[in-house]
């Protein structure tokens, strides 16, 4: 599943997962800092109003640019298992926070909110991390699966 491990060009750690999604631009998502973007998003060439669209100020605040002009992201990462995502007021104030899915119980499976579902997040798991990361990340059981 892990193409391709690199040295992180925003946070220097070799812990960033990377991958082509042309002959000649890739993506990089950094186990590391926790950020990503894509050789697309460069500032000044990309449509960063739409792009940010859907974007937490939280998110919009934390865009890093690196010395590519590449610009970074806080990761949301969806799991089966619970969700990652960059919390907080304000983004001196920013940490990565990790909420756990628990499996719903059968009078929950009927009622239409949850049509569809099998997992919700459950409330009371939140949990703060600080800048780490990959603690969030092994929070949910993001590794579980991971051979
Ligand atoms: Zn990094």
């Given at each position: 599943m892990i193409d391709n491990m690199e040295t992180c060009?925003?946070?220097?750690?070799?812990?960033c997962y990377t991958f082509n999604i042309n002959e000649t631009k890739k993506s990089y998502h950094c186990f590391g800092c926790g950020y990503y973007t894509t050789d697309l998003l460069v500032e000044g060439e990309y449509d960063k109003e739409t792009y940010e669209e859907t974007y937490p100020e939280l998110h919009k605040d934390l865009m890093y640019v690196d010395e590519d002009k590449r610009c970074w992201y806080p990761q949301t990462i969806n799991h089966e298992n619970g969700t990652v995502f960059m919390n907080g007021p304000n983004k001196e104030n920013a940490v990565w926070s990790a909420i756990r899915k628990t499996e719903l119980t059968e009078e929950e499976k009927q009622m239409p909110r949850y049509k569809n579902q099998t997992h919700k997040s459950d409330a009371k798991t939140l949990k703060s991390f600080d800048k780490d990361f990959i603690e969030a990340l092994d929070y949910i059981g993001f590794f579980d699966n991971v051979k």
């Open positions: 060009p925003k946070c220097k750690c070799d812990a």
